[in-house]
């Protein structure tokens, strides 16, 4: 299919160079790795279209997530540009740079002023500088991971006695549980508290989804046996192990019995009165959340501390039952309006999950 219409702006190199300021030797050099193909005129200029201009800023975010150029080829070889994937990812970029400059310039603001008043910088200083630092390459990675994620997979025909090596029952770390069975075609996925979703093969051991961005891939000890899955969702990947027959019926009869008699977390109330007071003065204790939802936290901080300080000061909370994904949910009274939040945990009584969001 061309990739020009009659409508589209051809921009020659120059054109395009002075526009991004992008020069016209390093246009020349996408090219020569395949990551561009500017149509011809007839006099043998390049010409620019606005798919190749779309496909540049992906070129352009891949970089920025420290990827080489033979790497970029490789991903993007054989595919159009989706924009509105492009777009998710380069917010996703954006956002956590920004959040992570104001945070690095209040902490630098504070060491400059210990260092203007004579006071040297402590060990503990050096070391919030060096992860500070650290978190901003950490960003990166969940960035790339995200969009590598989201990108275009390609269904194969599965090998059916590989399809019945990854059935069975796996246990996160978080000890949420997930059943997989064979459907003879593929794989069917059954993770507690949500409904079953099919998983097409793209390698022997690698599957996806087509319903949502979401991978995964089964590891297998050095017998060859299937000991473990990764889930790949969200920019992260969370690890599960291949556990014995009916651990999944078990976790699915506890969870179907808090639900029937509205039975909360032991000190449910408590604890979100305390997480609620932590993210309104914008420090949650991350010691007691899960990676994945440490993560998420993170990232939703400043819109959270934002809409708190909106509703002003809390004034009840109403526990009113489980939800089907085994979350806890509260109605929260405030001066200036009401809010449902959730929270999940594990058996350990680490958090893995917490929301909030306005009453339905």
């Known amino acids: 299919m061309d990739k020009t219409s009659p409508q589209d702006v051809l921009l ?35 010409l620019y279209s606005s798919g190749d201009i779309a496909r540049l800023n992906e070129i352009l975010s891949l970089k ?4 080489s150029l033979s790497a970029i080829a490789e991903i993007l ?75 275009p997979r390609t269904e194969i025909e599965p090998d059916r006695d590989n399809l019945q090596a990854c059935a069975g029952e796996y246990r996160f770390e978080d000890g949420i549980a997930i059943r997989i069975t064979s459907t003879g075609n593929g794989l069917r996925g059954e993770l507690l508290g949500q409904p079953e979703f099919d998983l097409f093969a793209e390698a022997p051991d690698r599957f996806f989804l087509k319903v949502t961005p ?29 556990c014995a027959e009916g651990v999944f019926a078990a976790t699915k009869a506890d969870l179907e019995d808090r ?26 204790d ?30 009840s909370i109403e526990f009113r039952g489980v939800g089907v994904d085994g979350f806890d949910i509260y109605i929260v009274e405030f001066e200036n309006g009401r809010m449902e939040w959730g ?3 594990c058996p350990d009584e680490t958090l893995n999950g917490l929301f909030m969001r306005p009453v339905p």
């Not at 300021?21 to 193909?37: D, F, K, M, Q």
């Not at 960003?139 to 990108?151: G, I, N, V």
């Not at 089964?218 to 899955?229: C, N, P, Q, T």
């Open 259 to 284: 639900i029937r008699n509205k039975t909360p977390f032991a000190g449910g109330e408590q604890k979100l009165r305390r997480l609620i007071g932590e993210h309104r003065e914008g420090k949650p």
């Open 214 to 242: 979401a991978q995964f891939t089964f590891s297998r000890d050095e017998e060859g046996e299937v000991e473990g899955l990764v889930l790949h969702q969200g920019g992260f990947e969370m690890k599960a192990e291949k």
């Open 64 to 67: 920025q997530l420290g990827l």
């Open 77 to 151: 070889e054989g595919r159009m540009t989706d924009v509105g994937h492009l777009l998710d990812i380069q917010k996703t970029i954006l956002t956590a740079r920004q959040e992570q400059a104001e945070r690095g310039l209040r902490l630098v603001a504070q060491l400059q002023s210990k260092s203007l008043a004579g006071e040297g910088l402590s060990m503990g200083d050096l070391l919030d500088l060096a992860k500070e630092t650290k978190m901003n390459e950490a960003a990166d990675e969940y960035a790339w991971k995200r969009y590598d994620q989201a990108r």
């Open 343 to 345: 929270m999940s945990q």
């Open 12 to 46: 020659t190199a120059a054109e395009c160079a002075a526009r991004t300021g992008i020069s016209v030797r390093t246009l020349r050099v996408y090219e020569a790795n395949g990551l561009l193909s500017p149509v011809r005129s007839q006099k043998n200029w390049r």
């Open 286 to 315: 991350y010691v007691e959340m899960t990676p994945v939802l440490k993560a998420l936290v993170e990232e939703q901080l400043p819109v959270v501390v934002k809409e708190l300080e909106r509703l002003g000061p809390m004034r």
